[in-house]
């Protein structure tokens, strides 16, 4: 098989992973190895705690949207990682009020080709940007710039609103804010891929 059929086979993969994961399409579950891990904001951990699981401020009423950039697939042998560049909408209700968390995250996975198959082996999330805006315009979320302090700047909105429904956020995940760790999950990724 060619490295262009390998790269268009990867892409497709993690395509379809983010497709069936806004969908809460149990056929996400094909796109991973069993013993694989998932590192997102949410949850850090192996498969079975990430396929039909949820963040505390995801609002069951609303569908989360999600759209990705073109993948970046660095292919060696049987294995190749992928960066995948990602935006999240969620609708969630803020101080009585309808909201939209708008996320940019970058997706780190590392596939493999066991036997003949490409699937995924770990998905690592590093979070970006984000932003909290009243679905209608000119609409107040009753928040005050003190309700950020102490919230860091790649998750901030994320954040808040994770805390606001009663669930907890690290304050030490992967974010371009700090990107000397995120030097180092690069670092550590090209180390597996040339392994």
Known sequence: ?????????????????????????SEIRDCYYADATVATSWQQGPLSTFIGAASKEVDP???????????VVHLNGDKAYVELPTTTHM???VNGTLAELESYRRLI??????DTK?????????????NLRPVIA????????????????SYQFLAYVRQA??????????GTDRPEEVARL????AAWLRA
């Open 91 to 93: 609708r969630m209700m």
């Open 1 to 25: 098989m060619s490295n262009g059929t390998d790269i268009a086979l990867i892409s497709e993969l993690v395509a379809r992973e983010r497709l069936f994961r806004t969908r809460h399409n």
């Open 61 to 71: 009423r609303f569908v989360i949207v999600g759209s990705v950039s073109t993948p």
């Open 138 to 153: 000119g609409q107040d979320l009753h928040v005050a710039s003190q309700d950020f302090s102490g919230l860091r700047p």
């Open 109 to 114: 996975y590392r596939v493999e080709r066991r």
């Open 165 to 174: 429904a009663g669930g907890q956020i690290s304050q030490d995940l992967l």
């Open 118 to 130: 490409w699937k995924i082996s770990r998905l690592t999330s590093i979070n970006e940007s984000d």
């Open 186 to 189: 690069y670092a550590e990724t």
